[in-house]
């Protein structure tokens, strides 16, 4: 019987829909024990993980039955892809299976922060009434930056637009914007750092967006705007963007990835209680129903594969 290894959580109906054409193994503490996974992974002829199971190859060599890969998630950065395509093993990320709850998560997140929520918030429960210190302004009319205009990027836009923003995109790879439901327009990285009041980033971690989010970037970011990262943490320089805010360069940030997983003292220790800031822990596209949609379809597309 095919065997299946699964190292992280998944909606509980779709395991029990897997286990009754599968021989299933399921353990979501596999993904921090990298020699018990090297022992597991020997004898499985299908994986499903989501981004903290490293499957390098190092570990893959040890998988000499794998022919599939399911990624409970999107981002790739966590599999050695070169390696999977020269072994011909396929690998299946849930493309668009949570990009309403990422959507949901940036324009809260941008509707909290321009707001001030979280300095009010903390201001009333020591006891304070900062009704007239801090001050806030609207959304309505506001630019938002995107940074990275593919599946998620678009469908952010779509939800921003219809609360009255004006949305500006950019990405090398994409010419034009066929979608009459997205009120966006291409523009370049200057521009959205020169004009954006909110700049979200949507972009895969690779050689070439690592760190693309830095002190020289902040410096050209005029009207002090909010950063939102909900793709991957190394692509925004931690230490620059909390010097950024420092120097009030930014008014406000809202990351739910970062660089190390989970954060360090080194990282959190500089977040105060005052600062306009949310910190979540890499949860902004899993929701309850995400969470179903993303293991349907991958319990769907090994079951596919398979038979």
Same mark, same amino acid.
């Given at each position: 019987?095919?065997?299946? @290894?699964?190292?992280?959580?998944?909606?509980?109906?779709?395991?029990?829909?897997?286990?009754?054409? #599968?021989?299933?193994?399921?353990?979501?503490?596999?993904?921090?024990?990298?020699?018990? @996974?090297?022992?597991?992974?020997?004898?499985?002829?299908? @994986?499903?993980?989501?981004?903290?199971?490293?499957?390098?190859?190092?570990?893959?060599?040890?998988?000499?039955?794998?022919?599939?890969?399911?990624?409970?998630?999107?981002?790739?950065?966590?599999?050695?892809?070169?390696?999977?395509?020269?072994?011909?093993?396929?690998?299946?990320?849930?493309?668009?299976?949570?990009?309403?709850?990422?959507?949901?998560?940036?324009?809260?997140?941008?509707?909290?922060?321009?707001?001030?929520?979280?300095?009010?918030?903390?201001?009333?429960?020591?006891?304070?009434?900062?009704?007239?210190?801090?001050?806030?302004?609207?959304?309505?009319?506001?630019?938002?930056?995107?940074?990275?205009?593919?599946?998620?990027?678009?469908?952010?836009?779509?939800?921003?637009?219809?609360?009255?923003?004006?949305?500006?995109?950019?990405?090398?790879?994409?010419?034009?914007?066929?979608?009459?439901?997205?009120?966006?327009? @291409?523009?370049?990285?200057?521009?959205?750092?020169?004009?954006?009041?909110?700049?979200?980033?949507?972009?895969?971690?690779?050689?070439?967006?690592?760190?693309?989010?830095?002190?020289?970037? #902040?410096?050209?970011?005029?009207?002090?705007?909010?950063?939102?990262?909900?793709?991957?943490?190394?692509?925004?320089?931690?230490?620059?963007?909390?010097?950024?805010?420092?120097?009030?360069?930014?008014?406000?940030?809202?990351?739910?990835? #970062?660089?190390?997983?989970?954060?360090?003292?080194?990282?959190?220790?500089?977040?105060?209680?005052?600062?306009?800031?949310?910190?979540?822990?890499?949860?902004?596209?899993?929701?309850?129903?995400?969470?179903?949609?993303?293991?349907?379809?991958?319990?769907?597309?090994?079951?596919?594969? #398979?038979?």
């Amino acid at each position: 019987m095919t065997k299946i @290894l699964i190292t992280e959580f998944i909606n509980q109906d779709s395991l029990d829909n897997l286990k009754k054409n #599968f021989d299933v193994l399921y353990n979501e503490q596999l993904c921090e024990n990298k020699i018990e @996974l090297e022992k597991k992974i020997k004898d499985c002829d299908g @994986l499903i993980v989501r981004n903290k199971t490293q499957l390098n190859s190092d570990v893959l060599k040890n998988a000499s039955n794998l022919k599939f890969i399911g990624r409970l998630g999107v981002g790739l950065d966590n599999i050695d892809t070169e390696y999977c395509k020269n072994k011909n093993i396929h690998v299946q990320p849930a493309t668009g299976m949570n990009v309403d709850s990422v959507a949901e998560y940036v324009v809260s997140s941008s509707l909290s922060l321009i707001k001030k929520i979280p300095m009010f918030h903390n201001g009333t429960i020591k006891g304070e009434w900062p009704r007239t210190t801090i001050k806030s302004i609207e959304i309505n009319h506001k630019y938002l930056g995107i940074i990275g205009f593919g599946t998620i990027g678009k469908k952010v836009a779509e939800y921003s637009s219809k609360n009255g923003l004006k949305v500006l995109a950019y990405d090398p790879y994409v010419n034009e914007i066929n979608n009459k439901e997205i009120d966006a327009k @291409l523009s370049s990285l200057n521009q959205i750092y020169e004009k954006s009041d909110i700049i979200s980033i949507h972009l895969p971690l690779t050689d070439e967006t690592k760190n693309m989010i830095n002190k020289s970037s #902040f410096s050209q970011m005029k009207n002090k705007p909010i950063i939102i990262n909900t793709s991957r943490g190394g692509i925004i320089n931690e230490s620059d963007l909390i010097e950024a805010y420092n120097k009030n360069n930014i008014s406000g940030f809202a990351l739910d990835v #970062f660089e190390k997983e989970p954060i360090e003292s080194k990282f959190y220790n500089k977040i105060k209680p005052g600062m306009n800031c949310i910190l979540t822990p890499h949860i902004s596209g899993v929701t309850t129903e995400s969470n179903i949609r993303v293991s349907d379809f991958i319990v769907k597309k090994i079951t596919d594969f #398979f038979n």
